[in-house]
């Protein structure tokens, strides 16, 4: 079955209620421009939120840019699938989108609400897991110049 069927089946069994979200994660990478084009022709908003999912699982820093689009998305689940797809990227490009999110959520007060808290949390969780990665690379370099 090429990449196009494929993503045509899963989205269908999507609108037919099926968990298909896990099985576009399946498809070969050259399925994500597929999958951006079907997110953004697609009305029904499980089969949206489906797609984001699948979309951000292919952990291609490519796709930053849609996902930071989706977080002015008006479904609340597409928006959160965007902010976690950005965290997982974790590029400064995502951070970035993360932070402008959250200055336009600050901007708007009747947008304050539990998005904007998610948006500062997500940021946080960045700065840790940066400062983790830099303690870990700190130490592999200690421990290579002990060995010396």
Same mark, same amino acid.
């Given at each position: 079955m090429d990449v196009a069927k494929y993503i045509a089946h899963y989205i269908e069994e999507l609108r037919q209620?099926?968990?298909?979200?896990?099985?576009l994660t399946e498809a070969a990478e050259t399925a994500v421009?597929?999958?951006?084009?079907a997110m953004?022709? /697609?009305?029904?908003? &499980?089969?949206?939120?489906? *797609?984001?999912? #699948?979309i951000w699982q292919y952990r291609l820093p490519s796709t930053a840019?849609?996902?930071?689009?989706?977080?002015?998305?008006?479904?609340?689940e597409v928006r959160q699938q965007a902010l976690d797809g950005l965290i997982t990227l974790g590029t400064p490009e995502a951070r970035r989108a993360i932070e402008a999110a959250l200055a336009r959520c600050r901007n708007?007060? /009747?947008?304050?609400? &539990?998005?904007?808290?998610? *948006?500062?949390? #997500?940021?946080?969780?960045?700065d840790e897991r940066e400062e983790f990665s830099g303690?870990?690379?700190?130490?592999?370099?200690?421990?290579?110049?002990?060995?010396?």
């Amino acid at each position: 079955m090429d990449v196009a069927k494929y993503i045509a089946h899963y989205i269908e069994e999507l609108r037919q209620g099926g968990g298909a979200d896990y099985c576009l994660t399946e498809a070969a990478e050259t399925a994500v421009p597929l999958l951006v084009a079907a997110m953004k022709a /697609e009305t029904e908003p &499980d089969v949206r939120r489906g *797609l984001v999912y #699948a979309i951000w699982q292919y952990r291609l820093p490519s796709t930053a840019p849609f996902l930071a689009d989706l977080l002015e998305d008006r479904d609340d689940e597409v928006r959160q699938q965007a902010l976690d797809g950005l965290i997982t990227l974790g590029t400064p490009e995502a951070r970035r989108a993360i932070e402008a999110a959250l200055a336009r959520c600050r901007n708007r007060p /009747e947008e304050q609400g &539990d998005f904007a808290k998610y *948006l500062a949390e #997500a940021i946080e969780l960045m700065d840790e897991r940066e400062e983790f990665s830099g303690e870990i690379h700190d130490e592999g370099l200690k421990e290579r110049e002990e060995r010396k």
